[in-house]
């Protein structure tokens, strides 16, 4: 008996000392281009749902164009705000000049409508997920600011105070003044515990896995290394390892733990994991995350984890900043293949402003083959007419082009869903 629990001590000190050690394990940085690319597809819904909030937050959702150019720089738009604007017309209606406004398009505001409609519909989700992070936190409470900063992400409306808290009071209970605008020093609590909630994809999987063959497998990560990304034999023996330990649920109470336990670190896996897991794309740029910290119980350097663990995560750095990917979500042509349902807001805004762009382009051809017999005609007519109306079309061509569509440069604060 001595002898067994020797053994059992000597193991679990190895196992501490592994990860004290694993902070100084190389593991590389590999590129996946399938998710690069599905970060990137993503750009003109970033850039376009910016520009359209600077309006819909404006008084009465007007906004004169030239106070809106000249924020440009603020929503990091590569091209002027009339350029964009003439591509994708269907967000946005600017009346005539001399102080032309600019206003929801009956697109938009239809848009707008939907969107309520869906929101309303998927409520019980929406509190659920609101409810789980509350429930993540070890003071069972978050402020409010940080949940606005993050709202988009994980699909909540934007007047979620309005719209959504009330309906749940057995839920949820705010506390101070929000204010406004969410900025005030106000926290959003748990009203009561949810045993139905408190369970992680993780382990809701592991239950529908036991529904269908009869026994429970334990609860454990997917891990999904990209084809040619190979580990060290080192890290290749420690990640073995450490997928041995329990899982250790992200609603468990950790109280006490040690934080250079394996434990730990399984914890910090299944946090990070479950909120990626509660986002609607299931991904988020790391700053964001970065604000939940405290609450979370994550230490400053818990990105690390991410590379620590490259079967389970990616770090892209595509637009200036990191954005943690959960891979299990994703297949291996970067298609998000775990759908959200609040996905459809996105895929709605997306299909406004490709008719639109579709739009924008039938005009611009027909203009072209305008210019072109006008071109023809001018030519019989003589050669200073010609130069003229050329001079006219490139000069034309030159305002609408501005300059390249250099979106890798634009995002640094993640998604801004509508």
């Not at 026994?215 to 999904?224: A, C």
Request: hydrophobic letters at 40%.
């Amino acid at each position: 008996m001595l002898l067994r629990a020797a053994a059992a001590a000597a193991y679990r000190l190895l196992l501490i000392n592994t990860v004290r050690r694993i902070a100084s394990l190389k593991v590389p940085w590999r590129r996946d281009e399938a998710l690069d690319a599905s970060i990137n597809r993503d750009r003109r819904f970033r850039l376009a749902s910016r520009l359209v909030r600077e309006v819909l937050l404006s008084p009465g959702r007007r906004l004169l164009l030239r106070y809106l150019a000249k924020r440009r720089e603020r929503i990091r738009l590569p091209v002027h705000v009339q350029t964009f604007l003439r591509r994708y017309p269907t967000l946005l209606s600017v009346s005539p000049p001399p102080d032309p406004v600019a206003s929801p398009s009956p697109q938009l505001l239809s848009f707008l409508e939907s969107a309520s409609r869906l929101q309303a519909t998927h409520s019980p989700l929406l509190a659920s997920r609101l409810a789980k992070l509350l429930m993540i936190s070890s003071t069972r409470a978050l402020p409010v600011a940080k949940i606005a900063a993050a709202k988009r992400d994980f699909g909540l409306p934007d007047d979620f105070l309005v719209s959504l808290v009330p309906r749940y009071p057995d839920l949820f209970r705010i506390v101070g003044d929000p204010g406004p605008d969410a900025s005030g020093n106000a926290f959003l609590e748990l009203a009561s515990w949810d045993d139905r909630l408190a369970k992680s994809v993780i382990e809701l999987r592991a239950d529908r896995e036991a529904d269908v063959v009869g026994i429970r497998p334990r609860p454990n990560f997917t891990v999904k290394l990209p084809k040619g990304f190979y580990l060290k034999k080192e890290m290749r023996d420690w990640v073995r390892d450490w997928l041995e330990l329990p899982y250790v649920s992200p609603y468990a109470d950790t109280f006490g733990l040690n934080p250079a336990s394996p434990e730990a670190e399984k914890r910090l896996i299944g946090v990070l994991h479950e909120v990626l897991s509660l986002s609607v794309e299931r991904r988020m740029a790391v700053p964001i995350i970065g604000k939940f910290c405290e609450e979370f119980k994550l230490s400053n350097a818990f990105s690390n984890a991410f590379t620590r663990h490259p079967g389970i995560f990616y770090v892209s750095l595509k637009g200036g900043i990191k954005t943690v990917v959960l891979r299990e979500a994703y297949d291996e042509n970067g298609v998000l293949v775990d759908r959200d349902p609040m996905i459809e807001l996105k895929e709605r805004f997306m299909t406004i402003m490709d008719e639109g762009h579709r739009k924008y382009l039938e005009d611009l051809r027909r203009k072209n083959e305008m210019l072109q017999k006008e071109r023809e005609s001018a030519t019989r007519k003589g050669t200073n007419v010609a130069k003229n109306i050329e001079e006219e079309s490139i000069e034309e061509s030159e305002e609408d082009e501005d300059k390249e569509y250099d979106f890798a440069q634009v995002d640094s604060e993640g998604r801004e869903l509508l």
